[in-house]
């Protein structure tokens, strides 16, 4: 709450003097920036119900029964992270799927590590796919008003190499977690569903977990469809809450929690005062216009991990950036590179935490000097190699 009431005051000053000193190149930043903010509140919330109802919990736990190797649990639950980064904000991901991968790998007796970082790195790595997987995409296309399935089918070279590398990184790197077993195995709590008491109240639980299945897709299909799905999304994540709330699955508080609006009403007001400025400062457009895709990937992955992708995104991509999509490769790879990258790891961090995982910042990027380069370079071939002209 602290954190949340300090960005609010952050961004409601940053918004005070943007709308003084600069008052239209406010209210064009504010026009274009709002709808990022409300379709990513409306995935947040379809995240929490589904998280409520049991439904990453029981992917997870279908994952972590494979009688395989433990890279292929691994990989397994990798590609769980990487479908609901795409579906449903990395966020949504790091948050409810960071304690899966970790309890999951105690279950099987392996090595936490490589399940811990790899829910990080692969969140990253997997939100270029859809228009909501990170607020950045919204943030630097917004003027392109183009459906999501178009979005997605000019990023889907990139989102499959740095996915592909990703999960073959992090396989490689813990090799040798993942080979031998640890000697203590953390005892994993019951699955809300087991307290649940007779088979008629499972057989409910299972029926609302179709039901936060189904508003998944819902929302899958409203970002594919739609030119502008914020307020559809938004609807649709409103609608969802407010039944797990009357049934009971779910708290107002706990919605509240999950969505974060002074957290992310401060980010919004951050990202109109920058905004404003980016209209009005031709310094960053210019470097925008002048620089390759490989300076251009560069220089949001610099202006991540210094000031956070959010506010780089709004700063560097605000007046049309030559290449766009080589910027959403450092915005969105770049933040493997270091926590400060993006809120993701901070939600990250509180996640693990909460199941007696130890995160390092220093491992984060002992990681990430080596997958970020790669990820990205390879990202820009494939985009290159695909549609040269789209980067």
Do not use: K, Q
Request: no cysteine; net charge positive.
């Amino acid at each position: 709450m602290r954190l949340g009431a300090g960005l609010l005051a952050v961004g409601a000053t940053a918004t005070a003097i943007a709308a003084v000193a600069r008052p239209s190149e406010a209210r064009a930043a504010a026009a274009a920036t709002w709808p990022p903010f409300v379709l990513v509140a409306g995935l947040l919330l379809i995240g929490v119900v589904a998280h409520r109802d049991g439904l990453f919990e029981l992917l997870g736990g279908l994952a972590s029964r494979l009688r395989a190797h433990p890279v292929a649990l691994l990989v397994a639950l990798l590609a769980l992270v990487a479908t609901v980064t795409t579906v449903l904000n990395l966020d949504t991901s790091v948050a409810f799927l960071t304690p899966v991968l970790v309890l999951a790998a105690r279950r099987r007796g392996v090595g936490e590590a490589a399940f811990l970082y790899g829910a990080l790195l692969m969140s990253n790595a997997a939100s270029l796919l859809l228009p909501g997987s990170n607020l950045t995409n919204l943030l630097v296309l917004a003027n392109e008003h183009v459906p999501g399935a178009v979005f997605a089918g000019r990023m889907l070279p990139a989102w499959a190499v740095s996915v592909a590398i990703t999960a073959v990184f992090v396989a490689v790197a813990f090799r040798a977690d993942l080979r031998a077993p640890v000697a203590d195995v953390a005892l994993v709590a019951a699955r809300p569903a087991a307290a649940l008491g007779p088979t008629v109240v499972a057989a409910r639980v299972g029926a609302w977990r179709a039901v936060s299945a189904m508003a998944v897709a819902a929302a899958v299909v409203l970002m594919l469809a739609l030119r502008s799905p914020a307020l559809a999304v938004a609807a649709l994540g409103a609608a969802v809450a407010a039944l797990a709330v009357a049934r009971g699955a779910l708290s107002a508080r706990e919605a509240w929690d999950a969505v974060e609006p002074l957290s992310l009403a401060g980010v919004f007001g951050v990202a109109v005062a920058l905004g404003a400025l980016a209209r009005a400062w031709t310094g960053p457009a210019h470097a925008m216009a002048h620089a390759g895709p490989a300076a251009t990937a560069g220089l949001g992955t610099v202006a991540a991990v210094l000031v956070n992708n959010l506010p780089a995104a709004v700063l560097l991509g605000s007046r049309h950036p030559a290449h766009p999509r080589a910027l959403l490769l450092g915005l969105n790879l770049g933040p493997n590179l270091a926590v400060t990258g993006s809120l993701s790891a901070l939600i990250w961090w509180r996640a693990a935490l909460t199941v007696g995982a130890r995160p390092s910042a220093r491992r984060v990027t002992g990681l990430g000097v080596v997958l970020v380069p790669l990820s990205i370079a390879a990202s820009l071939v494939a985009l290159w190699l695909v549609s040269p002209g789209r980067l």
